[in-house]
């Protein structure tokens, strides 16, 4: 029987066709180039159990910045608010890849969601994990019931090979005193977390904790506390899509992370997540249709009526 979500799915799917076209697929990372750009797909995962999925909701794709939600969360779990000694938590206003604060600001990124911030991040969890790649891989397993989920060999090395800025931004945290382990050891690390393959379905599952007072509905594993998840998706609403956070809290009002992939993970509180992926970016990175779906959604719900908090 179709629902009202089943309707407005159909209705975001006959939308979005004449948009195909309009933005670019990432090509920086050369692997990434080759995506096909014509594919959407959308998933919902209530708290109450129920999903919904539409186009190539199944379709695995690379998550790239979506991992950065990720790696955060272990990371908040691991070191708690000494997080905050290495990484700031304001909106940086520049590109996702942005070294330009980072003089100024004496090496401490501006939030974890932007290049910089994950970087940090991710040298955090190296110097925790001899195996960073298994212990995200097993956390994203565990949350998506899904044992086979992996990383891409072919996407990681592109992006490794390719990883100049990064690498360049890594060093110069390091010269702050703001990087423990060596640059090349931590992007191994990250450029297997951004290579990560999943879902929408898989995604939406995956980050339904956040929609669930920090409860994995799934596994029943407490994942963060009620007031550690409503500080993540604080965080999400105002850094998650980078410079175009503004324009996305305003279009859509949700704590969301995107990627260059071409996905988007967003969190309804107390409702559910959805999760987006079309591959042509706008100029700020992130999913041109991805945005448009989620803004639809919105409309057609009513859901960003109802109180964030
Ligand atoms: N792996 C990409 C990078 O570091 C992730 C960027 C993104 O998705 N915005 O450039």
Redesign the pocket.
Known sequence: MSTSVDLWLATIFEEVQPLFGKGRVAD??PALARVEPNQFGMAIAMVDGRHYAVGDAHVLFSI??ISKLFTFVLALKLIGDDIWQRIGREPSGNA??SMVQLETEHGIPRNPFI?AGALVVTDILTQRYAHLDLALLNFLRRMTDSPDLNWNKEVAKS?RDTAHR?MAMAYFMKSFGNFVNSPELVLDN??RQ?ATEMSCTQLAQAAIFLANDGLDIGSGEQVLTSEAARRVNALLLTCGA?DAAGDYAYRIGLPLK????GGIVAVIPNIGTVCVWSPELDAK?NSLIGGYALERLMQLSGWGRMSLA
């Not at 995107?258 to 992939?261: I, K, M, Q």
């Open positions: 920086y990372i790239q910045s996702f890849n290049n992006e990064n990250y450029c951004c980078y995107t990627g260059v992939g990175g």
